[in-house]
């Protein structure tokens, strides 16, 4: 399995401003991913993030709410820009290994006022 | 587009009853398939997985799963059930290379003493 750390662990923000979140995996990862559970919901996927590319986001989900960075194999970034209440939610990052498993990292919870 | 559907939102079983979670996917060829447990205030676990083979898969903390092609499904089991099982349980698939996770909406299990 692989060790991953997200920071903050939560926070609590104000509406309008923005929040990064950090996940940091223990070994070097072709891809990363990062997801979304809105409270009492299941997990949807915002983007999948590759080293040195753009990220590629799903439908719902744009580079200018949630800008991503991915500079390098073991670390990636989740900005929720412009935040508002309905962005209350817990943020997972997740590394895929070459067995083709998923492994989370402990989450977000994000609360915006 | 694949989707899965897990159509017990909540069940409720005693401690050393037999337990059973459904799930159902779509998707036009064989998916790889997952299951995860997250507790209160935890990240996502993996349980299981399947990829091919034998359709019954065994997992951690004595769960195992049963692929069924013709029924498209895809359920958990467990012959006894412990009070620490007590969580919320996700299906997922993957397809392609299964970097991509689509995730069931959960069921929440209680455990009775």
């Known amino acids: 399995s692989a060790v991953i750390s997200q920071k903050p662990s939560r926070d609590i923000c104000q509406r309008g401003t923005s929040l990064t979140i950090q996940c940091q995996v223990d070994s070097q990862v072709t891809m990363m991913f990062w997801y979304r559970q809105q409270p009492g919901q299941s997990l949807t996927l915002i983007a999948t993030a590759n080293q040195g590319s753009e990220a590629t986001y799903e439908s719902g989900f744009v580079i200018d709410k949630f800008p991503i960075s991915r500079p390098n194999l073991t670390f990636s970034t989740l900005t929720v820009s412009n935040m508002s209440p309905e962005d209350s939610s817990i943020y997972l990052c997740?590394?895929?290994?070459?067995?083709?498993?998923?492994?989370f990292g402990p989450g977000t919870r994000l609360t915006v006022l | 587009a694949q989707s899965v559907t897990q159509p017990d939102i909540h069940i409720t079983v005693s401690e050393g009853a037999s337990l059973e979670l459904r799930c159902n996917y779509s998707?036009?060829?064989?998916?790889?398939l997952f299951w995860y447990v997250q507790s209160p205030g935890q990240g996502l676990q993996l349980l299981l997985k399947?990829?091919?083979?034998?359709?019954l898969v065994q997992g951690i903390k004595g769960f195992e799963a049963e692929f069924k092609r013709s029924q498209s499904s895809f359920n958990l089991r467990k012959p006894s059930v412990h009070w620490s099982d007590a969580a919320e349980y996700f299906c997922a698939v993957g397809v392609g290379s299964a970097r991509q996770l689509t995730f069931g909406s959960g069921t929440q299990l209680t455990v009775l003493p």
């Open positions: 997740s590394v895929d290994r070459k067995n083709n498993e998923q492994f």
């Open positions: 399947y990829f091919s083979g034998d359709t």
């Open positions: 998707y036009g060829a064989t998916p790889y």
